[in-house]
């Protein structure tokens, strides 16, 4: 028997960064707030602490803090004449749970995307012509500009404290920043991280070839700060245990360190874990949500009403939520026609990995998710693309997170599997090897897209997501490209040999890339080719907001997050000062 | 001693496995704990009763889910997969074998954080493992007919040079023929990532005994504050490593200022 519950103003699905950031937002504006979260409850004490979370073992080979995935995996193929099967183990990506959602385990690499990007189509088409992508190729602007952006992107980094130094000022460039970012308005709230001796060396090789290093800008801390919600965070003291962990220390900005006990406190909100939200509820005109439907962990089945639903999960989640619900016309890639599910993209990542004689000791081991060096000389428009056959590009950087040695343990190419040969490499190179982190754009192509499976289900019984994806060719030439410009880098720092890995098809679920899945949930201004408007409303079900990293049409040379913390306020504020006051569609279709 | 009769336990494998119970292989010797057994008897006189205190570190794994075929296969395999050299011990005086043996025993080898519903339909290499076994039944099932198949040619794993051994193991991770519905390429490739995961994994799970693979690399292991270190450049970071058995003492990092957690 469904139990039906007492409306309230709001409904999130989700409570990770989005989630809790527009909760705290509108239970502080004085709405009722009820957030769902499908994991369970956790805290830097007790659940984060030593022992227990430094086990390699545990939580980078096991996954213990991701999504369920035996019973709640996602399907897939490269195309359309395969056949999906499940993902059977995470291994290409890596989609989190529980309260603070991915974040908890994140990286803190937290970058701006630039003005260029949130205009893509447009600015291709002027600065290169008309056809100078391939046809397939699907890209389009995001109807939002990085200007209307940038007091929400400041926002955000002075909500985690973030390390960095900034490169451009109000249009001033600064020694010792990127200078190739777009304007920023005010420094980063706290100086950059050490430099770890990788950075330094990849430092003096790309000045000497002319390039512009900078520090990574970092949510791991590099001094006590106290944001303005009046938390205290603490400094990184670069541990090595980041990606796939929680942080113990209070030092990687998370939900729970720069947000949870403000939404906590406040009445307005509550929590309840363990609710695997089934679908969205739509009225018999299908043109306003009525609440969720939810089955919580003992199995028993609610009706939260609702006046408004905002879908806050990780990217491929949110796609696949609006699908079990009817909000939206699903995307056929056949006619090209419908937008759920469309343009699901992802990030091109390929690697240089140099190695060093014996006496340069390298200290992987000594790092934090986000402390490395890196260039922006070779990322998204910042060098000229004529005949060259793609657009796009990667940064490239000695991003040194971690020596943890089930997953670090470096051989140059030519090296056996296993064995003596093998043994001798591993000892011989663990503390001598640098690698680079080429991060690469990926572009929206009409193939690529996620639907529900016709064959799969989750634990619940319902269809599981469906996701059809290859590299499209421009982002393999894009790789080959920026690849020799890292080896180069390689070269320059003086490693005896350096080995380039640039991304090649095909696709691959089964070796672990980035957990950086965009799009399916487009944002845009026009409602053929997107699923939400710029402020990310459904443009089928004003009453149902749709926010994640789903919402880029395409995905920039960056980690996604500082976008997706930047969006969030700005739909933050066209909730309180637009949407909320009066109810209904903030931009007429 | 007795030891219960299996199915594929055949006469000449029961032999040798009691052979080889009897007699310490030089790897395993050199993890025996003489020192700290002397140590232990100084503090207690021959005449007091010996007290729980310090128990001798065995010598042996205690195999609970390998039987004993599979577990002469499985010592010997692992040796060539990282055997004993120059830089170092090898993947038996690390207990790799033990690591496996409980992960096969344990939840991981029951399917833990594996999807387990049908169709059963095999793809393409992007697409991953589609094969209804968990590991404990993958490994069960490709270690018999591992074992049938090289009775059949005379001498047992364990009993072959090593050079051979490589051979036999190359030939399951490339020929990749058919161990009873097991691509022998998909075993190789799930005792080769098993084997690496115990010799690095942490020694609360029973491989890298006593941190020697960490040693061996300069890994400090689990917990370590670099905030002084890092920009140090080019020292090296002399340490004995640290497993996270060794902090557990209920230690809690807790911030003064800081809420422990609210709600």
Redesign the interface.
């Known amino acids: 028997m469904v139990q039906r519950l007492k409306e309230v103003d709001v409904v999130v699905i989700g409570v990770g960064m989005v989630g809790s950031i527009l909760a705290k937002e509108l239970a502080a504006a004085g709405y009722k707030v009820v957030g769902l979260e499908r994991g369970s409850?956790r805290?830097?004490?007790?659940e984060f602490?030593?022992?227990?979370i430094?086990?390699?073992?545990r939580f980078d080979?096991?996954?213990a803090l991701m999504q369920d995935?035996?019973r709640e995996?996602v399907t897939?193929?490269?195309n359309t004449s395969?056949?999906a099967?499940?993902?059977?183990?995470?291994?290409s990506f890596l989609p989190g749970t529980g309260l603070g959602g991915s974040m908890v385990h994140w990286n803190g690499q937290t970058y701006r995307f630039q003005a260029n990007d949130f205009e893509l189509a447009t600015r291709t088409k002027e600065r290169y012509g008309k056809g100078f992508l391939d046809a397939d190729v699907t890209i389009q602007d995001w109807g939002v500009t990085y200007d209307e952006l940038e007091p929400h992107y400041d926002r955000f980094e002075y909500l985690l404290g973030t390390s960095g130094k900034a490169g451009n000022i109000k249009g001033q460039i600064q020694p010792g920043g990127d200078p190739h970012e777009s304007p920023r308005s005010r420094e980063y709230p706290t100086p950059p991280q050490?430099?770890?001796?990788s950075g330094?060396l990849f430092r003096k090789a790309a000045t000497g070839l002319g390039y512009h290093p900078f520090p990574q800008p970092s949510s791991n801390l590099s001094q006590p700060y106290t944001n303005p919600e009046g938390?205290?965070?603490?400094?990184?003291?670069?541990?090595?245990?980041c990606e796939r962990y929680a942080c113990?220390?209070?030092a990687k900005s998370t939900p729970q360190t720069f947000i949870?006990?403000v939404l906590?406190?406040n009445s307005n909100f509550e929590?309840r874990t363990g609710c695997q939200v089934q679908r969205i509820n739509l009225d018999s005109t299908k043109k306003t949500a009525t609440g969720v439907t939810y089955i919580d962990n003992a199995g028993r089945e609610f009706e939260q009403p609702a006046s408004l639903v905002i879908t806050s999960l990780f990217a491929i989640n949110n796609i696949r939520m609006l699908l079990l619900s009817g909000v939206g016309k699903p995307y056929d890639p056949t006619a090209g026609k419908g937008v759920v599910g469309r343009n699901y993209a992802y990030q091109t990542m390929s690697t240089v990995a140099s190695f060093f004689d014996e006496d340069?000791?390298i200290?992987p081991?000594?790092?934090s998710g986000a402390?490395g060096t890196l260039i922006n000389d070779f990322a998204g428009d910042n060098f000229d693309h004529s005949g060259l056959g793609f657009i796009g590009g990667a940064f490239i950087g000695a991003v040194n997170t971690n020596?943890?040695?089930?997953q670090y343990?470096p051989t140059p190419p030519g090296t056996p599997?296993?064995?003596?040969a093998?043994?001798?490499a591993?000892?011989k190179h663990?503390?001598h090897s640098i690698m680079f982190s080429l991060h690469g754009s990926s572009v929206s192509q009409r193939q690529n897209y996620a639907d529900l499976d016709p064959?799969?289900?989750d634990a619940w019984g319902q269809p599981l997501l469906r996701i059809t994806f290859e590299f499209p060719q421009n982002d393999l030439k894009m790789a080959a490209y920026v690849t020799a410009k890292g080896v180069e880098i390689g070269k320059a720092m003086g490693a005896k040999q350096v080995a380039g890995s640039p991304r090649k098809a095909?696709?691959?679920?089964?070796q672990y890339q980035t957990t950086h899945n965009t799009g399916g949930t487009v944002m845009g201004n026009d409602p053929s080719t997107s699923v939400v408007n710029r402020y990310m409303q459904s443009w089928d079900v004003p009453n149902v907001f749709v926010i994640g990293a789903s919402a880029y049409p395409q995905n920039a040379s960056w980690n996604p997050t500082g976008t997706l913390g930047a969006l969030t306020y700005w739909v933050a504020d066209a909730l309180k000062n637009k949407y909320l006051k009066n109810p209904g569609h903030l931009v007429s279709a | 001693m007795k030891l219960p009769a299996t199915p594929n336990v055949t006469r000449r494998s029961f032999v040798a496995s009691v052979g080889a119970a009897t007699v310490i292989p030089p790897a395993a010797a050199l993890i025996a704990n003489s020192a700290e057994a002397a140590t232990a008897a100084g503090h207690h006189p021959a005449t007091a009763p010996a007290p729980a205190a310090a128990p001798a570190a065995p010598e042996k794994p205690v195999y609970l889910f390998f039987n004993v075929a599979e577990v002469q296969f499985i010592e010997a395999a692992c040796e060539?997969?990282?055997?004993a050299?120059e830089?170092?011990a090898?993947a038996l005086a690390a207990w790799v074998p033990n690591y496996l043996d409980k992960q096969l025993g344990g939840a991981?080898g029951a399917?833990?954080?594996?999807?387990?519903?049908g169709?059963w339909?095999q793809?393409?290499?992007?697409?991953?493992?589609?094969l209804p076994f968990t590991p404990a039944e993958l490994f069960r099932t490709a270690l018999r007919a591992i074992n049938t198949d090289l009775e059949k040619q005379g001498p047992m794993f364990s009993e072959l040079s090593a050079e051979a051994q490589?051979a036999y193991?190359k030939s399951l991770e490339k020929d990749n023929h058919d161990l009873d519905g097991v691509p022998s390429a998909v075993f190789f490739d799930m005792l080769?990532r098993m084997?690496?995961?115990g010799f690095?994994?942490?020694p609360v799970?029973g491989g890298n005994r006593d941190m020697v693979?960490?040693r061996?690399?300069?890994?400090?292991g689990?917990?370590?504050?670099?905030?002084e270190?890092?920009?140090k450049?080019?020292?090296?970071?002399e340490r004995a490593p640290m497993s996270?058995?060794?902090?557990?003492h209920g230690?809690?990092?807790?911030?003064p200022?800081?809420?422990?957690?609210?709600?």
Not at chain 1, 43 to 46: D, G, I, N, Q, S
Not at chain 1, 417 to 420: A, L, Q, R, S, T
């Open positions: 409850t805290f830097t004490v007790p602490q030593s022992p227990g430094h086990d390699e073992l080979i096991r996954k995935n035996t995996p897939f193929r490269n395969q056949s099967l499940p993902v059977r183990r995470w291994e050490k430099e770890h001796f330094a938390l205290k965070m603490n400094t990184c003291v670069f541990c090595g245990f113990e220390h209070y949870l006990p906590l406190a929590l340069v000791i200290n081991f000594m790092a402390s020596g943890r040695p089930i343990h599997g296993w064995g003596k093998w043994k001798d591993v000892v663990y503390n064959t799969y289900k095909p696709y691959t679920t089964q | 060539r997969l990282i055997p050299d830089s170092g090898g991981w399917g833990e954080r594996l999807y387990r519903s169709p339909v793809g393409t290499a992007s697409q991953g493992y589609q490589d193991l080769l084997t690496v995961e690095f994994a942490d799970y693979a960490w061996m690399i300069g890994f400090p689990a917990y370590a504050d670099y905030y270190a890092i920009d450049h080019g020292v090296k970071f996270i058995g060794e902090d557990g230690k809690v990092h807790v911030h200022e800081i809420p422990a957690s609210v709600g």
